[in-house]
């Protein structure tokens, strides 16, 4: 069993900067791969960015590589996503998700969901 807790979201004008944060804990926290997806309003859910909780590899949907970051603090257990240069089109609620090691990073290979948090790029 894994919890997900996940935080940062706000609002921010565009080409500003926010921090995700997604803390995890249970067991065999290593046997997964942790990051987020994200919902705007009226479209389906989809995958930003990933990264291994094992050897640290990492994944970006093409809208935002370049611009997010994501990294992990093995100590606190804690995946943190750095959001630069925020575009409109980024809006939507984030959540943060844990999908078990060799799967696909997909809604249906999600094994547990944070509550999300919504990240709103407006001036």
């Known amino acids: 069993q894994v919890q997900l807790v996940d935080s940062g979201g706000g609002l921010v004008q565009p080409g500003g900067s926010l921090r995700l944060s997604c803390a995890a804990s249970g067991s065999a926290l290593d046997n997964y791969v942790i990051g987020w997806f994200r919902q705007a309003p009226g479209k389906e859910r989809e995958g930003v960015s990933c990264?291994?909780?094992?050897?640290?590899?990492?994944y970006y949907a093409d809208s935002v590589k370049g611009r997010f970051t994501i990294s992990r603090d093995s100590a606190k257990n804690t995946v943190y996503l750095q959001m630069n240069s925020l575009k409109p089109e980024d809006t939507a609620v984030y959540y943060c998700?844990?999908?078990?090691?060799?799967?696909?990073?997909?809604?249906?290979?999600?094994?547990?969901w944070g509550q999300g948090t919504q990240v709103t790029v407006s001036s």
């Open positions: 990264i291994s909780t094992s050897d640290g590899s990492t």
């Open positions: 998700a844990a999908v078990p090691f060799g799967s696909y990073w997909s809604t249906s290979g999600v094994r547990y």
